[in-house]
């Protein structure tokens, strides 16, 4: 069987690598949708010669590359403006280079696909690519911001110059600015990082910009004031013109770090209209950054600590619930564990992890998960793959804390369990006394009995320690045993065959087995061995006594099961009778008097319903009917 389970799963779940599910994922938030049938995989695409898929590896790292170069180029362009010293130096041929590398970026752009958001299908046509991006406004601004306008100046006159107008002409650099938004956008949907240091590290990033921004243009008004000394910085230093760059850039970002805190110690302060005019919008500008980065951080913290509080909140709910209906201390300890662990293991809760992927899926994942646990219970010995595909699908996992009772003894019957790791304890109470009948462990089966039997639960089953559990419950059980008439046959057996194991301990809760086990030891005929077959079915999913149908099995009445007492439905019996034996109904009332005479020990001669009607046709009989003989 541990080949079986092996050669079906894989082919509905193929294992993946971690690092390779991390790079499918990060594919998937490169924010390009593609087609349904897209396969997004570098080594199945068949685009056309020389195109460039925009999720290539190579072409991603290209594009983080040209990240740096755009973040370098907001700086300098801007200092250039501002002082004329950092124009005529190194920094021009600094920005030479960079100016190169984005002039290759052009070129390659003629050359990467793209999807169609009419459509979602990746576009490869040379043509449509190259006409897509020339009648847009992205190829004029990249055009634009990259033109060497002191080269030039260079060329055509034959000097450098670095005039207002080339420093002016140079902000058109920071176009390029919407690359780090776009690498911001795949940061946060990419898993492999933390989205709240990526957070956090763009709101650094906006708030340096402004800072530095805010800085070169104040040192700029002051710097083209006349006379120097009514300006912010030449009233305390008149010779600033004549300081280095680092001097005048340092007083700067000192003062628009000092307005962008609100701190104004006073040292620099607006000393001309203009100055009070850009001074009045910047503080402006700082109440709109301060609420947003605020907002953004507290939503971060937030968002770290929401499940701390929901489980605070959960766990006083449960406590104020038993303080007031004053539940016992054993019975809170429960319900604290049971809050504690749901919160511990939230990540691996099956059902909230996996509702929103389709049910393909999902039962892909469990047989991954679950198959070989299943297979080794006593139950499925021997049953198909296809059985055991379906029945492991409808599973679902739960967690349950130590000293938890699963199944509490006479509850009705709703699901049965499989442990999957962790032990537990099954114990049954006699007059008040907890007596031990037997230890599960991973693998085992609890509750099947009173599932397959249709009566409440005989035992209590109770953990251990933290313990993994699946279950699938009565209704879902019976409809796929029913639908798989091979399979169920051999469940049946395997069922059987474990009753015969019991211990003494556990037989004597379950009194009714004496009967069926001897039922069942009777060796059947060439002449009647469907009827036994038949018979097996009836007497252990539902019929507790082992009942036969004496009938032919493929009439309409025999299909139909009804429960059947010795006694007046008026009457109130404590004897082992007031439980009932359930049967298929024969076909005429005689083969019923009959049977209930087999089985209740006494002849009745009249048939009467729970409210002490007559029963005079077994054709308006209905299914699980009660049938009181008298």
């Not at 180029?73 to 280079?97: C, M, P, Q, R, Y």
């Amino acid at each position: 069987m541990a080949e079986k389970g092996s050669s079906t799963a894989p082919l509905l779940f193929r294992r993946r690598s971690s690092s390779e599910m991390k790079n499918k994922s990060a594919s998937v938030s490169s924010s390009l949708l593609p087609a349904f049938g897209t396969v997004v995989d570098d080594g199945d695409l068949h685009l056309k010669r020389n195109v460039i898929a925009p999720y290539d590896r190579r072409y991603r790292w290209w594009q983080t590359f040209l990240v740096g170069l755009v973040i370098y180029s907001a700086w300098a362009s801007i200092l250039e403006l501002t002082f004329d010293k950092a124009a005529n130096g190194v920094l021009l041929f600094i920005d030479l280079v960079v100016d190169f590398f984005f002039a290759i970026d052009i070129i390659l752009t003629f050359f990467v696909a793209h999807f169609d958001t009419s459509n979602f299908i990746l576009v490869d046509d040379h043509l449509k690519i190259a006409f897509r991006y020339v009648t847009r406004f992205w190829l004029f601004m990249d055009v634009a911001s990259t033109i060497p306008f002191p080269l030039i100046n260079k060329i055509l006159i034959g000097e450098w110059h670095t005039g207002q107008v080339f420093g002016l002409l140079n902000l058109l650099r920071l176009w390029r600015l919407h690359r780090v938004g776009e690498l911001f956008k795949r940061l946060e949907k990419d898993i492999r990082f933390s989205y709240f240091w990526t957070r956090l590290l763009k709101l650094i990033c906006v708030t340096l910009f402004a800072v530095h921004s805010a800085g070169c243009f104040y040192y700029w008004l002051a710097a083209r004031h006349k006379p120097s000394e009514h300006t912010w910085i030449g009233r305390l230093i008149g010779d600033f013109k004549q300081k280095g760059v680092w001097h005048g850039y340092t007083c700067s970002i000192y003062w628009s770090i000092v307005t962008l805190t609100s701190v104004g110690y006073g040292e620099f302060y607006s000393m001309n209209e203009g100055e009070k005019i850009f001074n009045s919008i910047y503080m402006l500008f700082n109440m709109g950054l301060i609420a947003y980065i605020i907002g953004n951080i507290t939503n971060l913290v937030v968002q770290s600590v929401v499940k701390t509080f929901a489980m605070r909140d959960s766990i006083n709910e449960v406590m104020r619930y038993a303080s007031k209906n004053q539940l016992p201390e054993g019975m809170r300890e429960q319900m604290l564990a049971h809050m504690q662990l749901k919160f511990n293991t939230a990540e691996l809760q099956q059902e909230k992890v996996l509702k929103d992927l389709p049910k393909a899926i999902r039962s892909s994942i469990a047989q991954h998960l679950f198959w070989k646990t299943v297979e080794k219970t006593y139950l499925f010995q021997g049953v198909s793959d296809d059985f055991l595909s379906q029945f492991v699908s409808e599973m679902k996992a739960e967690y349950f804390p130590p000293r938890f009772e699963i199944i509490l003894q006479n509850e009705i019957p709703t699901d049965f369990y499989i442990l999957v790791s962790g032990a537990v304890d099954m114990v049954t109470y006699k007059n008040g006394t907890e007596q031990f009948l037997s230890n599960l462990e991973s693998a085992d089966m609890a509750g099947e009995i009173g599932v397959i039997f249709n009566i409440p639960q005989p035992f209590t089953v109770r953990t251990k320690r933290l313990s993994q559990v699946i279950r699938i419950s009565h209704h879902q059980f019976k409809q796929m045993v029913q639908s798989e008439s091979g399979d169920g046959k051999i469940i049946i057996a395997n069922f059987m065959e474990y009753l015969k194991g019991l211990e003494k301990d556990m037989l004597q809760e379950l009194p009714f087995l004496t009967e069926l086990l001897a039922d069942q030891n009777v060796q059947p005929t060439a002449q009647n061995e469907e009827k036994q077959n038949r018979e097996t079915m009836d007497s252990t999913y539902g019929n507790p006594t082992g009942t036969s149908n004496t009938s032919d099995p493929s009439l309409s009445a025999g299909t139909i099961r009804v429960i059947i007492y010795g006694y007046h439905p008026s009457k109130k019996t404590m004897s082992g009778d007031r439980f009932g034996k359930l049967i298929y109904l024969p076909n005429s009332i005689a083969d019923l008097f009959n049977l209930a005479e087999k089985k209740l020990g006494k002849r009745g001669s009249t048939i009467l319903m729970a409210d002490g009607s007559e029963v005079e046709d077994l054709s308006s009989l209905r299914e699980n009917d009660h049938l009181f003989i008298v």
